[in-house]
Protein backbone atom coordinates (compact mmCIF):
# COMPACT_ATOMS: atom_id res chain seq x y z
CA UNK A 1 0.00 0.00 0.00
CA UNK A 2 1.68 3.36 -0.55
CA UNK A 3 1.12 7.02 0.59
CA UNK A 4 -1.29 8.97 -0.94
CA UNK A 5 -0.13 11.42 -3.25
CA UNK A 6 -0.07 15.31 -2.92
CA UNK A 7 -2.79 16.57 -3.80
CA UNK A 8 -0.95 19.01 -6.22
CA UNK A 9 -3.64 18.64 -9.12
CA UNK A 10 -4.71 22.76 -9.17
CA UNK A 11 -1.79 24.54 -10.58
CA UNK A 12 -0.31 24.15 -13.71
CA UNK A 13 3.15 22.09 -13.79
CA UNK A 14 1.36 20.19 -11.07
CA UNK A 15 2.98 22.31 -8.34
CA UNK A 16 0.95 23.79 -5.53
CA UNK A 17 0.82 27.19 -4.37
CA UNK A 18 1.59 27.74 -0.90
CA UNK A 19 -1.08 29.76 0.28
CA UNK A 20 -3.51 26.97 -0.30
CA UNK A 21 -4.63 24.67 1.85
CA UNK A 22 -5.25 21.40 0.54
CA UNK A 23 -8.33 18.56 1.39
CA UNK A 24 -6.08 16.38 2.65
CA UNK A 25 -4.45 18.89 5.10
CA UNK A 26 -7.84 20.27 5.99
CA UNK A 27 -8.74 16.79 7.44
CA UNK A 28 -5.98 16.39 9.21
CA UNK A 29 -6.31 19.47 10.97
CA UNK A 30 -10.08 19.64 11.90
CA UNK A 31 -10.14 15.60 12.35
CA UNK A 32 -12.88 14.98 9.80
CA UNK A 33 -12.87 12.34 7.14
CA UNK A 34 -15.80 12.89 4.87
CA UNK A 35 -15.82 15.83 2.57
CA UNK A 36 -19.82 17.13 3.19
CA UNK A 37 -18.73 17.23 7.03
CA UNK A 38 -15.51 19.29 6.12
CA UNK A 39 -17.53 21.71 4.04
CA UNK A 40 -19.98 22.11 6.72
CA UNK A 41 -17.49 22.63 8.82
CA UNK A 42 -16.44 25.54 6.80
CA UNK A 43 -19.38 26.99 6.33
CA UNK A 44 -20.02 27.02 9.89
CA UNK A 45 -16.89 28.83 10.86
CA UNK A 46 -17.35 30.87 7.68
CA UNK A 47 -14.66 30.04 5.90
CA UNK A 48 -14.53 30.52 2.29
CA UNK A 49 -13.35 27.43 0.02
CA UNK A 50 -13.36 26.41 -3.30
CA UNK A 51 -13.95 22.76 -4.39
CA UNK A 52 -11.96 21.31 -7.37
CA UNK A 53 -13.35 20.04 -10.49
CA UNK A 54 -12.38 16.37 -9.05
CA UNK A 55 -14.72 17.60 -5.93
CA UNK A 56 -11.86 18.55 -3.93
CA UNK A 57 -12.07 21.05 -1.19
CA UNK A 58 -9.51 23.77 -0.77
CA UNK A 59 -9.06 27.08 0.67
CA UNK A 60 -6.37 29.36 1.76
CA UNK A 61 -4.23 30.30 4.90
CA UNK A 62 -5.64 33.98 4.73
CA UNK A 63 -9.43 32.51 4.52
CA UNK A 64 -8.83 30.15 7.28
CA UNK A 65 -7.11 32.57 9.56
CA UNK A 66 -9.66 35.13 9.38
CA UNK A 67 -12.34 32.88 9.83
CA UNK A 68 -10.66 31.52 12.98
CA UNK A 69 -9.85 34.79 13.85
CA UNK A 70 -5.94 34.81 13.96
CA UNK A 71 -4.45 37.63 12.39
CA UNK A 72 -1.48 37.32 10.32
CA UNK A 73 0.01 40.88 10.95
CA UNK A 74 2.06 42.49 13.16
CA UNK A 75 0.53 45.05 15.48
CA UNK A 76 2.18 48.31 14.85
CA UNK A 77 4.38 49.90 17.71
CA UNK A 78 3.66 53.68 18.23
CA UNK A 79 6.52 55.38 20.01
Do not use: C
Request: charged content about 20%; aromatic content about 8%.
Amino acid sequence: MSAAAPDTDRFPGNTAHPAVVTEETLFAMTGYKRSGDLRTYLTEKRIPFQVGKQGRVWTTTDALNKGLGVSNTTPEIVF
